[in-house]
């Protein structure tokens, strides 16, 4: 089971879903896409990490559908990152 999360936005609340991401990066490109990550609205909490993962972050988004697209066709395609492992948050 995965969190769900409540936004109250202009139009009213929004339920949107929540995964934790964690991502391996080409050695020397660690700033590069930690920049990158940190210029989107869809991503909160982008930092860098000492261990078998190089960065981690959470990303929201409207749907577990709009999570899969982010990740495959946005954060995949960042020059320097590798691999990502995608978790979806429980509570």
Known sequence: MHKLVWVNKILGDILLEEAMVLIKIEPSRDKTVLNALRSRNDIKNACLLYGPFDAYFELVAGSLS??????TNVIRKIPGVRSSMTCFIAD
């Open 66 to 71: 709009d999570i899969e697209n982010v990740i």
